[in-house]
């Protein structure tokens, strides 16, 4: 089994960044692809980056390409999430999660094994 534990979130301005952090504990998941999705109030979850083990290919939902950053620390078991320009729009609970299994997009829920309780980041305007 693997813990999920995400930290980071909260409060800033329209234009500002969050630098959201999710430590895995449990196993070590330096093998394994990582992503983080959103889910606002009344909406799906979607995805928003991912990166798969060797950190050399990052994926991204075009909402968030050129202002999000996807980066794992192996040695740490912990992958982050750099958020800069943020939006209104980005407002949501951010979850992260992680795949021990083959992830042909690493951009769909069905992907991902297991998963964190989610960390609340609101933009205001």
């Known amino acids: 089994q693997v813990q999920l534990v995400e930290s980071g979130g909260g409060l800033v301005e329209a234009g500002g960044s969050l630098r959201l952090s999710c430590a895995a504990s449990g196993r070590t998941v330096s093998n394994y692809g990582m992503g983080w999705f959103r889910q606002a109030p009344g909406k799906e979850r979607e995805f928003v980056a991912g990166?798969?083990?060797?950190?050399?290919?990052?994926y991204y939902a075009d909402s968030v390409k050129g202002r999000f950053t996807i980066s794992r620390d192996n040695a740490k078991n912990t992958v982050y999430l750099q958020m800069n320009s943020l939006k209104p729009e980005d407002t949501a609970v951010y979850f992260c999660?992680?795949?021990?299994?083959?992830?042909?997009?690493?951009?769909?829920?069905?992907?991902?094994?297991?998963w964190g309780q989610g960390t609340q980041v609101t933009v205001s305007s």
């Open positions: 990166i798969r083990w060797s950190a050399i290919f990052t």
């Open positions: 999660a992680v795949g021990d299994r083959t992830m042909p997009t690493m951009r769909s829920l069905g992907e991902y094994d297991y």
